[in-house]
């Protein structure tokens, strides 16, 4: 059974396939937009056909509920809880046509969640991701020890990194400890890069190839480039009123980006 948390809610249709592929999104600095770029990169791969699923992993300070509008009756925190199953509490966002399950905003009990409870997580999210095309894990910001175990054991990693320096310092760390955590036969290989809130295409291009620069130097292998996305006013209209951009503004410049990012994701 899954949850309707409002009238654009209905439930989840699940079939079965063994085929779920676990990205997750991380950028170390707050803010630049992993939140947003997870949610409209859901939306961007269910209209290409997939069947997606959105998981809130920003255990402390979840907010993919409230950049949607949502209200669920369950949440991560009841499965946390053992009040109900990770199916119970996915909700399908009925003009996304993707499922989601949210966080709990501010819950104390989830940024400090106890290792062998997340392993029970990430294992339910494991089954959860066969009945997917795509699993795409929004992480908190900072490095974390959950952070990491999140992004280590997903099966790729997404770097968000903006045009401002401490967005990419904070980027190439997350690479370096990503690395460090997967060992050298699945490290940087398996993660690649977004620049995002980008002035220009050239400009996120110059951007990521400082980071890939950094990376090549210091690790030994740079990140490809998975898209660049366009700062963009119209974000920020989506985000105020709750509504998905590619709904809304299906045509800006920043949802052309992220459709972009969509198929070289699929390949
Ligand atoms: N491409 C874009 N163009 C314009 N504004 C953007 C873009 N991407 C993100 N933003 C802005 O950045 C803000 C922060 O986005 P979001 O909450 O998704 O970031 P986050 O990285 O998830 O933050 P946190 O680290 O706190 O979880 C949004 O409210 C939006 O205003
Ligand atoms: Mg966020």
Same mark, same amino acid.
């Given at each position: 059974?899954?949850?309707?948390? &409002?009238? #654009?809610?209905?439930? !989840?249709? @699940?079939? $079965?396939?063994?085929?779920? %592929? =676990?990205?997750?999104?991380?950028?170390?600095?707050?803010?630049?937009?992993?939140?947003?770029?997870?949610?409209?990169?859901?939306?961007?791969?269910?209209?290409?056909?997939?069947?997606?699923?959105?998981?809130?992993?920003?255990?402390?300070?979840?907010?993919?509920?409230?950049?949607?509008?949502?209200?669920?009756?369950?949440?991560?925190?009841?499965?946390?809880?053992?009040?109900?199953?990770?199916?119970?509490?996915?909700?399908?966002?009925?003009?996304?046509?993707?499922?989601?399950?949210?966080?709990? &905003?501010? #819950?104390?009990?989830? !940024?400090? @969640?106890? $290792?062998?409870?997340?392993? %029970? =997580?990430?294992?339910?999210?494991?089954?959860?991701?066969?009945?997917?095309?795509?699993?795409?894990?929004?992480?908190?910001?900072?490095?974390?020890?959950?952070?990491?175990?999140?992004?280590?054991?997903?099966?790729?990693?997404?770097?968000?990194?903006?045009?401002?320096?401490?967005?990419?310092?904070?980027?190439?760390?997350?690479?370096?400890?990503?690395?460090?955590?997967?060992?050298?036969?699945?490290?940087?290989?398996?993660?690649?890069?977004?620049?995002?809130?980008?002035?220009?295409?050239?400009?996120?291009?110059?951007?990521?190839?400082?980071?890939?620069?950094?990376?090549?130097?210091?690790?030994?292998?740079?990140?490809?480039?998975?898209?660049?996305?366009?700062?963009?006013?119209?974000?920020?209209?989506?985000?105020?009123?709750?509504?998905?951009?590619?709904?809304?503004?299906?045509?800006?410049?920043?949802?052309?980006?992220?459709?972009?990012?969509?198929?070289?994701?699929?390949?």
């Amino acid at each position: 059974m899954t949850q309707s948390a &409002s009238p #654009s809610l209905t439930p !989840s249709s @699940l079939t $079965p396939s063994s085929s779920g %592929r =676990v990205v997750a999104i991380a950028s170390g600095k707050g803010g630049v937009g992993k939140t947003w770029f997870a949610i409209t990169l859901a939306h961007a791969l269910a209209r290409q056909g997939r069947r997606v699923l959105l998981f809130d992993g920003d255990l402390g300070l979840a907010n993919v509920d409230i950049q949607l509008g949502l209200m669920p009756a369950l949440d991560l925190g009841s499965v946390i809880a053992g009040r109900a199953s990770l199916a119970e509490a996915t909700l399908h966002h009925a003009d996304g046509d993707f499922g989601i399950v949210v966080g709990r &905003s501010g #819950s104390g009990a989830l !940024s400090t @969640l106890d $290792p062998a409870v997340l392993e %029970r =997580v990430l294992e339910a999210l494991r089954a959860a991701a066969g009945k997917h095309d795509l699993v795409l894990l929004d992480l908190g910001a900072g490095l974390d020890r959950s952070v990491r175990r999140m992004a280590a054991w997903a099966d790729e990693l997404l770097v968000l990194a903006t045009e401002e320096p401490t967005s990419l310092t904070d980027a190439y760390a997350v690479l370096k400890l990503h690395a460090a955590d997967r060992g050298a036969d699945r490290g940087v290989g398996a993660a690649s890069v977004v620049v995002n809130q980008a002035a220009s295409r050239p400009g996120g291009e110059r951007t990521y190839a400082t980071l890939a620069r950094a990376c090549a130097t210091f690790l030994g292998h740079a990140p490809p480039l998975l898209g660049v996305v366009r700062r963009d006013e119209r974000v920020r209209d989506a985000i105020r009123r709750q509504t998905l951009l590619l709904t809304r503004h299906p045509a800006c410049a920043a949802a052309q980006d992220v459709e972009a990012a969509a198929r070289a994701l699929l390949g």
